[in-house]
């Protein structure tokens, strides 16, 4: 079964913290990982994505660091702010024929 | 705004009731996904439609039915509702497999 688990369920963390949240996968995955950010009545939105031909990807405070051996990668949020403060998942593209599967979602308050 | 649009926003219904929600993808988009968000499950995929035809199914009940338009516009068919339907329903949609999804702010759907 495709499964990805995204840990901690929630988060809270000092404004201009640094904020990481983890997924790991089982299973063979295709070649996507994107992350997407949602808020309160709102629908998730990309945030950012890599492919695993790279270890690392960063954009702007946000930076996604994958482990393709482990099958694990993470999200870190430098300089966290209240304007993050919002639910992160994690998604993978898995290979066959199904669409991506996400994590549970992790819920981020940043406090000032 | 992430050009895919959602109809209606909310929706009240009574149990075994039938609810249609509609999607319209964003312009060029040809595959439509249909995800169920609820508070301890996440995103769960329900079924995928490109260009007209299903491509893949997820954990999606005998009640629950979609179609994509030759407009390609699609619809969620809900059935016999029970109070465990209630949740928020997203459409996303994608030029294709690999590519970002696009979420619409999706119907937050009560069965009481």
């Known amino acids: 079964q495709q499964q990805v688990k995204q840990s901690p369920q929630s988060l809270i963390v000092q404004k201009g913290g640094i904020s990481i949240i983890n997924c790991a996968y089982e299973?063979?995955?295709?070649?996507?990982f994107p992350w997407y950010q949602q808020f309160p009545g709102k629908g998730p939105a990309l945030l950012i994505a890599?492919?695993?031909?790279?270890s690392e990807k960063k954009e702007g405070r946000f930076t996604i660091s994958f482990n393709k051996s482990a099958k694990q990668f993470s999200l870190h949020i430098m300089d966290s702010q209240p304007g993050d403060s919002a639910t992160y998942f994690c998604?993978?593209?898995?290979?066959?024929?199904?669409?991506?599967?996400f994590g549970k979602g992790t819920r981020l308050s940043v406090i000032a | 705004d992430s050009g895919v649009t959602q109809t209606p926003k909310h929706l009240i219904t009574a149990t075994g009731q039938r609810v249609t929600l509609r999607c319209s993808p964003r312009?060029?988009?040809?595959?439509v996904y249909w995800y169920q968000q609820s508070l301890d499950q996440g995103l769960q995929f329900l079924i995928q439609?490109?260009?007209?035809?299903?491509?893949a199914k997820g954990n999606i009940l005998e009640r629950f039915s979609a179609q994509q338009f030759p407009d390609l516009h699609s619809e969620l068919n809900l059935s016999s509702l029970e109070l465990g339907d209630s949740a928020l329903y997203f459409c996303?949609?994608?030029?294709?497999?690999?590519?970002?999804?696009?979420f619409g702010n999706g119907t937050r759907l009560t069965v009481t």
């Open positions: 996303a949609s994608s030029p294709g497999r690999g590519t970002p999804l696009h």
């Open positions: 299973n063979t995955a295709f070649d996507y």
């Open positions: 890599i492919r695993p031909d790279v």
């Open positions: 998604a993978v593209l898995f290979s066959g024929n199904t669409p991506l599967v």
């Open positions: 312009s060029g988009d040809l595959s």
């Open positions: 439609y490109y260009n007209g035809e299903e491509r």
